[in-house]
């Protein structure tokens, strides 16, 4: 079973930097995406980042792009989201996700973690 957990949320002045990591595990992830989505506060989920396991291709969403950089370890089984710059509109429960390469849908979660950007 996919299991997917993220860490490195934490409260952060605007301005700066913050590196999130998702653990992946429960299978081998060689078709696989992974991505990395934010919901904030009364907004809609939205799509910030997403990498392809096999050879790294990267692709970034409109708010994402300039600011943040996704990577990835496969020794490690964890995917990175570098963000800097950060302003207070970044505050929001930031999800680690993954979808098989066949498909545009993620079904698989994880439980999200918060980061909160002070002004």
């Known amino acids: 079973q996919v299991q997917l957990v993220e860490s490195g949320g934490r409260l952060v002045q605007a301005g700066g930097s913050l590196k999130l990591s998702c653990a992946v595990s429960?299978?081998?992830?060689?078709?696989?995406?992974i991505g990395w989505f934010r919901q904030a506060p009364g907004k809609e989920r939205e799509f910030v980042a997403s990498?392809?396991?096999?050879?790294?291709?990267?692709v970034y969403g409109n708010s994402a792009k300039g600011r943040c950089a996704v990577s990835r370890d496969n020794a490690k089984n964890t995917v990175y989201l570098q963000m800097s710059a950060l302003k207070p509109e970044d505050t929001a429960v930031y999800y680690c996700?993954?979808?098989?390469?066949?498909?545009?849908?993620?079904?698989?979660w994880g439980q999200g973690t918060q980061v909160t950007v002070s002004s």
């Open positions: 996700t993954a979808r098989p390469g066949n498909t545009s849908k993620y079904p698989y």
């Open positions: 429960g299978r081998t992830f060689d078709s696989y995406f």
């Open positions: 990498i392809a396991w096999s050879d790294g291709t990267t």
